[in-house]
């Protein structure tokens, strides 16, 4: 069975562009959910979608968002991009939602850096 | 504020030694904690995940410990091999009701040769 895909792997953007990246969950997979990873804050929880429906979301600005499509497929956008946004951005999907004990499976996450 | 420290930051070992790293909550109430183990460049991968009931939880040279009374958590890693060398991250999962995963800032090791 395949694992979580993620595209673009490496991303260069520049400052207040905007920028979706695509996450593709494990077959029959029905949460995803999407983390910052930066050296200074370490793994930080955006958002987390099942069946389509956005069932939680952490402490980020409006700028960033996301969707889930019906065959669990996910996308997650950054617009009006800043510095600060460089970062490793990972996705991860479970069978599961909420408070489950399902193993989260991370994908290898998109690197991107904004110039 | 809920949050979750993990310590050390970076602990060096020897090839066979034996180490705990250590993690800390204060998410209350909480639903469940894991460990995870990044190798640099690549998502985490889940080694454990323990309810609150529960009290110790074993992967092959992995076991990890939690007690929920005093909100700590402990990961001991036998036989340490090379490939042990990561980042190890202790992650908390609040309840029901908001279900949001904590994230420790984690610990590097290095197994050494």
């Known amino acids: 069975k395949a694992g979580v895909t993620q595209t673009p792997r490496y991303l260069i953007k520049t400052r207040g562009q905007q920028v979706t990246l695509s996450c593709s969950p494990i077959?029959?997979?029905?949460?995803v959910s999407w983390y910052q990873q930066t050296p200074g804050q370490g793994l930080q929880f955006l958002f987390e979608?099942?069946?389509?429906?956005?069932?939680n979301k952490g402490n980020f600005p409006g700028r960033f968002s996301g969707r889930q499509f019906s065959n669990s497929r996910s996308e997650m956008n950054v617009s009006t991009l800043e510095l600060g946004d460089s970062a490793l951005y990972l996705c991860?999907?479970?069978?599961?939602?909420?408070?489950?004990?399902?193993?989260?499976?991370f994908g290898p996450g998109t690197r991107l850096t904004v110039l | 504020k809920n949050q979750v420290e993990q310590s050390p930051q970076s602990l060096i070992i020897l090839e066979g030694k034996n180490c705990t790293l250590q993690?800390?909550?204060?998410?209350?109430?909480?639903?469940?904690l894991r460990w995870y183990k990044q190798d640099t460049g690549r998502g985490p991968v889940s080694l454990t995940i323990?309810?609150?009931?529960?009290n110790t939880k074993s992967n092959g040279r992995y076991t990890a410990t939690l007690d929920a009374d005093t909100k700590q958590s402990s990961l001991h890693i036998t036989a340490s091999q090379l490939s042990d060398s990561a980042s190890y991250i202790c992650?908390?999962?609040?309840?029901?009701?908001?279900?949001?995963?904590?994230f420790g800032t984690g610990t590097r090791l290095q197994v050494f040769p």
């Open positions: 991860a999907s479970s069978l599961a939602a909420g408070g489950s004990t399902d193993t989260q499976y």
């Open positions: 077959s029959g997979h029905r949460s």
């Open positions: 979608y099942f069946s389509e429906t956005q069932r």
């Open positions: 993690c800390n909550y204060t998410v209350s109430p909480f639903s469940n």
């Open positions: 323990m309810t609150f009931s529960e």
């Open positions: 992650v908390v999962r609040e309840s029901y009701n908001t279900d949001k995963l904590i």
